[in-house]
């Protein structure tokens, strides 16, 4: 995790068996042979190397001093959405930390000063010089929100902050999902409010990409402003942010407030009857489960103990570690209100929740290698289709950006759309595409 | 050609020259050949050895036979050749219930096979209605099918571990036989020479398989028995048309239920039972129970089994043509004396590998090439037997004829089927060669082999894959 | 931060332009971090002493039988040894020789037919056990899954490897399911084998007349030695269960929903004879889907989700309770044939003395049994023991109790377990992070069960050195195969490689079980396979070495096909006259250094006429 080193993983990469696990999801659910692969960068690479089993032993190489970098090798290491698939396949089995190592490794490539790519400095640049990932004026983050009646959180007490994001506040295709997300929680009675323009980025693509100093700056600085509001809690509908506030803030200091998803917040609206849906949408859909809000929304639980061994060889943890193996991830909760919604059937995708096939997006791979972000996209899409669903649902904006971008360049029939979307119409709001 | 020194290699065994005891090696029966040099009746695998070395440094070849005459296939071709006579060797070694194995001598036949194991509750895997004096060993080194295709889970089956002599004059053991220890300190461990693959990378004993003799000579071989029933039944399908039975027949595969499988036409029969009046075909299906709940084991299966059959709007009968199921399973499990197709003057079979979907196809390769050649298609006899559990299917198609002409038709049949993608897996008779045909790298790949094992080229040189291919 | 020095060979510019041509250029790499990847094995620490083998010259992932064999007439024309991997799971899929070309065959991953009447899949070899399965159980089908798990080749397993698995008493086994191949030779000629020139159908690969399937393989296959396999057709089985089996929960449990006239049980015996009765019992009536034995300690992790929630359990004792047991299924397709299994199976446990310690049907029977369990450990180990049983075991059941998990839900994991061999990795890699094997031969289930006594006392041994994780000592794994005809009960031996005690030593676990099985005849161990084994194993198996190596020198003379873990017969014939000038004492270790330098040094690419001259 942050501040590590490989030599603080080597046991783990050494342990690695180059079994394969990680390019599968676990095995037991496999369903086909079209969509038994998880690992989307060696789906499309197919060296072993672009396995997460293949760059702990990178890792390895480098710490022992078998190899150094190049062009190859950092594209191995950066073509790779961090989609953490890898790391629940083989955690079903092991106790090693293959996405840990991965990011470690990332990490190693920044301290080195052979990282970040080309591609990816305009993005850490723009978070530190205007606290966004799009480049755009502190200023407008909170244009968004221009016409809405929403408090604003600095000035006036909230029990919950909606945390739009980057891309939420500052993509124009995309500042309606905010919208509307907020209309639909203040429709069922929620307190809210939200920073507009003095939100800053959650960070979480410094840290994918291995910035941690940036990382750390930037979640810091939002810890601070987070905890300085008093809120209950903060609900994000961005899964990536919802990923670092839940996951690696705790890492970095302390939070008085609790992160949740949207998603998470309109199952708990709905099961307390506080939304009440009138309009049938009588449509067929598949959910894609967003990895940041699936299988890497786990808090990671801190542990600085020592590895033991007993019985010989038996490798525990003293104390003993919880190991994030994505069985707490955010998976019901979207179900749970797509269930909810009248006339929608869901028809499930072959790899979903834990072993969700990712987006492409993340990892910052959309910006330093498109065509492999699209590619994963394709692949996905594929599957959204062999459901025989009209719309592809989901609730990330990287994401639904992402997979929109496939659904075109496949010419396919599908419609992308939010979660927040269908929930609004069905409420009686709004139209879908 | 001379013989010298041969009775001095084969210290237990007995060689013969005189012309009238090696009448049966040769010509006769109505196939062309030569008289051998010698038959030495071999007893032990040192005679066999010390053969093979007389034979490889006096340059002569030699013709292993293990079943009693009449000799179908091992033929000597040519003159000089020395006949390997391993029907003296008759020891059943082991005869394993709790390993339902048997290991027994090359000249070991099902008679006496089965004799053997029906003292422990044992019975042979046996082929349709073997001809008295065939040897077990030998039947299964040609892969000939069994009659129970759910037991049968390589082409290679029921055949396990073997001694063989390779033409090198090597003694070797296939499979687990081969060691570590000898076959009485491996017994005392618990083995019973069950596993027939290695030793270590290679499987000798499929390449000694199928090879006529070619690559080596097996001296005793160990073999997959079936518990003996405690109780077994035959349900019999007549029909007149084939497709319905060959969907039972994948029906009863894909349930992995009863014991013998097989279709047979009216001729055979008729050829097999001595009864007229046959049905077009006949699906015949054994269901046995054994040592564990047998009634039961009986009917749970033939109540699933006539629901199969059931749902092709067919029932089972009680009798075809007066002959009742205990009768029919007597005569197709039995060694058959006489034998049933006649002696080798009076027939000639035909035989590949197919799939049973595809056996309507070459039944009408058979009716249209007997038409054809003007051949009376009454006189041909069929034989489906899957295999492999339902994933292969032995075709057989028997002229019955003077030789002469059952050669003539077989070789037109043999055509046909080709041209329709039989897969001649034993190549035999007078249509050994279109098995090889446009296959020159195979042919090689064989010649190859059979250079590691036989590098003198001493063992049965007359097999297709040996010569020159033009 | 260390610096190793990794011995590198370099192919020429002109010869990867050319393979570039081949396969394209986003197909072949060159890159050292790659080329680590395929270097890095497992058990490689045991066979170098460090993680990885010898470092190809590059990787190239042909996707056709044309480009493979392109790739292999080149490295003829070029003098280059190469090597093929499928899955690449083993150290057998490198070599100790740097400079190999190795052939990664990933994007080989078609199912190119499911015959479904005839039970006959035509696969490539990236198709593994988990895709094939999934497809063919939608056709009322099933594969067989060697032991390593879902995740290895089918072809690799059939053609070049060895293997066998949890359901082979029902689905075979890996050399005996292969039909027809396609080959191509080491020389780069293509050979079909099998009736599928004749038919466009892939249903045999024997003849015609003898079986090249003896050839390119026996118990053990030749382990990328003798070419490139690119296609081949297996059986299928049988399956008589849903289309799909569901799964609920989320990782690292699952539940599963069991199939109708499905049943898994967990029996228990006195001893092992009773075990011996059993299995041959369990064999002869035909009622298995599965048999298979698990010791206690990989059964009990693969119900953990971690190392420290097995501890947790272990160190109560509980593996008191089943250290002699076999897991069974049973799958009917109707109910009065399961009926007739269950009425054979209780028949038998009754006649062996066997306890049903668990059923997917039956939660009842557990607590009895549990009952009775402390019953018994009080007599065999005395009161402390059974008090230090206890609270590990109550912690245990209120937990699973209180998580709604009754005792058929373990029932059903080991159920789900044995059907997908998904577990494999929980149940050994996890320990210490790797294992090797020992003894294992296939042979009767009487003499499975010789080696399996043997196995554990000689690891008692080397678990008191140190050496290997106290795993109770028996920890055999295996099963029946074809309906009993055979079975195998190798001995597993769990390590960290990461340790210099196991890398050092590690190898003296396996060599003690393999001069166990030649001096007490407990027929030929799996691990008979590379030079330094050949050497030793020969002499007491019919020389078989001699046939072997002649088979590789026929039918690869230029000798580019690596042979490091097939057969190499220079070496195998210096280290045989070592072993017999030494009088039988010998150490293994240095035999297996000196294999490997000797085959570093002389191994591929060294034409066998100059080593045979």
């Known amino acids: 995790m942050l501040g590590k080193t490989l030599e603080d993983y080597e046991k783990d990469m050494t342990r690695c068996a180059r079994c394969s696990l990680c390019k599968w999801p676990p095995l037991a659910q496999v369903k086909s042979i079209r969509y038994s692969q998880v690992c989307p960068a060696i789906s499309k690479y197919n060296f072993h190397s672009y396995s997460g089993g293949g760059k702990m032993i990178i890792g390895l190489s480098k710490l022992r001093g078998r190899v150094d970098y190049s062009e190859e090798m950092l594209n191995v290491i950066y073509r790779c959405s961090v989609c953490g698939a890898c790391d629940i396949s083989c955690k079903y089995s092991r106790d090693l930390e293959p996405l840990e190592i991965l990011h470690t490794l990332r990490a190693t490539c920044v301290k080195d000063g052979v990282a970040p790519l080309p591609a990816h400095r305009p993005i850490l640049d723009s978070m530190r010089n205007y606290d966004n990932v799009w480049q755009q004026p502190r200023k407008k983050k909170g244009s968004w929100a ?63 990409i ?59 609206l709905v099961e307390q009857g506080r939304l009440s849906f009138s309009r049938p949408l009588d449509r067929t859909i598949t959910y894609h489960d967003p990895c940041h809000l699936g299988r890497q929304s786990e808090t990671y639980k801190p542990w600085h103990g020592v590895e033991r061994k007993v019985l010989n ?88 950006s992402n997979l929109s971008e496939g659904i075109a360049d496949a010419g396919s029939r599908l419609k992308s759309a939010s979660i927040i979307e269908l929930v609004s119409y069905a409420l009686g709001g709004g139209e879908l595409s | 050609m001379g013989v010298e020194g041969l009775s001095e290699a084969v210290s237990s065994g007995s060689v013969v020259t005189q012309k009238e005891l090696m009448e049966d090696y040769g010509a006769g029966n109505g196939r062309k050949g030569a008289l051998p040099a010698a038959v030495v009746f071999c007893e032990t695998a040192d005679d066999v050895v010390g053969l093979t070395k007389w034979a490889r440094e006096n340059g002569r070849k030699i013709l292993p036979v293990s079943s009693a005459p009449p000799h179908e296939s091992a033929v000597v071709q040519k003159e000089g050749y020395v006949v390997c006579d391993l029907s003296r060797m008759k020891r059943i070694v082991r005869a394993d219930r709790r390993n339902r194995v048997a290991l027994a001598e090359v000249g070991v036949t099902f008679e006496e096979l089965d004799g053997a194991l029906e003292r422990v509750g044992l019975r042979a895997m046996t082929p349709l209605a073997p001809r008295t004096g065939k040897s077990v060993v030998a039947s299964y080194l040609d892969r000939t099918p069994t009659l129970v295709p759910r037991a049968q889970w390589d082409l290679s089956d029921p055949l ?52 006529r003799g070619s690559m080596g000579i097996v001296t005793w071989a160990s073999m997959k028995c079936e518990l003996r029933p405690r109780v077994h039944e035959l349900l019999m399908l007549p029909s007149d048309d084939l497709a319905p039975l060959i969907r039972i027949v994948y029906g009863i595969a894909h349930a992995r239920w009863g014991e013998e499988c097989l279709i047979l036409d009216s001729n055979n029969l008729t050829r097999l039972t001595g009864v007229p009046g046959m049905p077009a075909f006949a699906l015949l299906v054994g269901v046995a129970g054994f040592d564990y709940r047998p009634e039961q084991r009986v009917s749970y299966q033939k109540r699933g089994i006539e629901g199969i059959i059931s749902s092709e709007g067919a029932r089972v009968s009680r009798s075809i043509a007066g002959v009742g199921g205990r009768r029919m399973l007597q005569v197709i499990t039995s060694p058959s004396d006489p034998y049933w197709k006649g002696s080798p003057a009076e027939h000639a079979d035909v035989y590949f590998l197919t799939t049973m979907n595809r056996a309507p196809d070459f039944v009408s390769v058979i009716d249209e090439t007997c038409k054809k050649e003007k051949f009376d298609r009454a006189q041909v006899g069929l034989y489906l037997q899957p295999q492999l559990g339902g994933r292969v299917t032995h075709f057989e198609a028997t002229v019955f004829a003077p030789r002469e002409e059952a050669d003539r038709m077989t070789r037109a049949l043999a055509e046909a089927a080709a041209a329709k993608g039989a897969y001649f897996s034993r190549p035999a008779g007078n249509w050994d060669d279109l098995a090889y045909r446009d296959k020159p790298l195979l042919v090689e790949t064989f010649r190859r082999t059979k250079k590691i094992f036989d590098p003198d080229g001493v063992m049965n040189p007359d097999v297709l894959f040996c010569k020159e291919v033009v | 931060m260390t610096t190793e020095v990794v011995e590198t060979v370099d192919l020429p510019e002109a010869v990867y332009e050319e393979l570039k041509g081949i396969v394209g250029q986003d197909n072949i790499s060159r890159e050292p971090a790659v080329l680590d990847t395929y270097a890095f094995q497992y058990i490689a620490e045991l066979l170098t002493g460090h993680s990885y083998l010898g470092r190809p010259c590059a990787v190239v992932m042909p996707a056709s039988t044309e480009e493979v064999q392109a790739i292999v007439r080149l490295c003829n024309r070029e003098s280059i040894p190469y090597k093929a991997v499928s899955t690449g799971w083993g150290a057998y899929g490198g070599s100790p020789a740097p400079g190999i070309l190795q052939l990664d065959l990933r994007r080989m991953n078609r199912i190119l037919d499911i015959d479904t009447d005839n039970m006959i899949a035509v696969v490539e070899p990236y198709v593994v056990g988990a895709t094939l399965q999934a497809e063919a159980f939608k056709l009322g089908l099933n594969c067989h899954i060697v032991g390593a798990g879902s995740n290895t080749s089918i072809l690799a397993s059939a053609t070049s490897v060895m293997g066998q698995g949890t359901t082979g008493v029902s689905t075979g086994f890996s050399n005996r399911n292969l039909l027809g191949f396609e080959w191509v030779m080491p020389d780069g000629e293509l050979l079909r084998v099998g009736c599928f020139e004749d038919s466009d159908e892939w249903f045999t690969g024997d003849g015609p007349g003898p079986s090249l399937r003896g050839i390119i393989r026996g118990f053990a296959g030749a382990f990328g030695g003798l070419g490139v396999f690119t296609k081949c057709a297996v059986k299928l089985y049988p399956w008589f269960g849903p289309s799909r089996i569901e799964l609920t929960g989320v990782t690292p449990e699952y539940d599963v929903e069991m199939p109708k006239n499905h049943i898994a049980y967990l029996i228990a015996f006195p001893g092992w004879e009773e075990m011996k009765e059993f299995g041959n019992r369990v064999g002869e009536a035909e ?14 992790a693969a119900m953990m989700e971690s190392n420290m929630a097995f501890y947790d359990l272990w160190k109560g004792g509980l593996a008191e309770h089943f250290k002699y047991s076999l897991e069974v299924v049973i799958a009917a397709q109707s109910e009065d044939e399961l009926a007739f299994q269950e009425g054979v199976l209780r028949d038998i446990i009754r006649r062996t003395k066997g306890r049903e310690i668990i059923s997917s049907k039956n939660d ?26 206890i609270p590990p075991l109550a912690q245990f059941m209120i937990k699973s109790l209180m998580a709604g998990k009754r005792p058929s ?22 320990f210490g992070g790797s294992f090797w094997t020992s003894m294992g031969a296939l042979t009767s289930w009487d003499c499975c069960i010789e080696n399996a006594k043997e196995g554990e006392q000689i690891k008692r041994k080397w678990i008191d050195e140190g050496v290997l994780m106290d795993d109770g000592a028996e920890n055999a794994w295996g099963g029946l195969y074809e309906s009993g005809c055979y079975g195998h009960l190798e001995e597993l031996g769990v390590y960290d490689q990461s340790d210099p005690i196991c890398v050092d030593h590690g190898i003296d676990f396996v060599v003690d079980t393999v001069e166990a099985t030649i001096n007490k005849h407990l027929a030929m161990s799996l691990n008979a396979t590379g030079d330094p084994f050949h050497a030793w194993y020969s002499p007491h198996v019919m020389n078989y070495h001699d046939h072997v190596a002649s088979i590789k020198e026929e039918f690869d003379r230029a000798n580019l096909s690596d042979a490091s873990v097939y057969i190499n017969r220079s070496i195998v014939e210096s280290l045989m006259k070592m072993i017999e000038d030494g009088g039988g004492n010998f150490n293994f270790r240095e035999i297996m250094d000196l294999a490997n330098d000797e085959f570093v040094q002389t191994g591929p690419g060294t034409e066998t006429e100059e080593l045979a001259g």
């Open chain 1, 146 to 208: 221009k016409k809405l009646d929403v408090k604003n959180a600095k000035e006036q007490p909230v029990d919950t902050l909606y945390f739009a994001g980057c891309t939420y506040s500052l993509r124009p295709e995309m500042q309606g999902i905010a919208r509307t997300t907020v209309e639909v929680l203040q429709s069922a009675g929620v307190d809210l409010g939200i920073l507009g323009e003095e939100e800053l980025c959650c960070g979480s693509p410094a840290y994918t």
């Open chain 1, 210 to 268: 291995g910035d941690e100093e940036l990382f750390v700056e930037n979640a810091r600085k939002n810890i601070k402003a987070l905890n300085s509001l008093g809120v209950r809690r903060v609900v994000t509908s961005c899964a990536g942010c919802f990923g670092v506030l839940k996951t690696k803030y705790p890492l970095v200091e302390p939070a008085n407030f609790e992160v949740v998803n949207v998603t998470e917040l309109l199952a708990e």
């Open chain 3, 409 to 430: 839900m373990f029932a059903k994991t080991l159920y789900i377990s044995l059907v997908k061999q998904h577990l494999n990795a929980r149940g050994i890699f996890r």
């Open chain 2, 160 to 211: 396990l571990c073997t001694e063989v002599i390779m033409g090198s004059g090597k003694l070797f053991r296939t499979g687990c036989s081969s060691g570590p220890g000898t076959l009485e300190e491996q017994w005392a461990t618990g083995q019973a020479q069950k596993n027939p693959m290695g030793p270590s990378a290679f499987d000798f004993f499929r390449i000694v398989q199928g090879s």
């Open chain 1, 313 to 400: 060889h038996l490798v525990i943890q003293d104390p003993p570690k919880e190991f994030n193996r994505g069985t707490y991830g955010v998976y019901e909760a979207p179900r749970k209100v797509l269930a909810a919604l009248p006339g929608l059937e869901l028809t499930e995708m072959e790899r979903i929740r834990e072993f969700s096939f990712c987006c492409g997006s993340g990892g910052g791979a959309k910006s330093a290698f498109p065509e492999f972000a699209l590619a994963t996209a394709r692949e996905r899409v594929d599957e959204a289709e062999s459901t025989g669903a009209e719309m592809l649902v989901t609730a990330c904006p990287w994401c639904e």
């Open chain 3, 287 to 300: 009622i298995a889907f599965s048999m298979c034995h698990n010791a206690p300690a990989p059964m009990i």
């Open chain 3, 364 to 389: 009842l029977r557990y607590y009895v049994d549990l009952t009775l369990g402390l019953g018994r450990i009080v007599r065999q180990a005395g009161p402390m023991a059974t008090l230090r049983t």
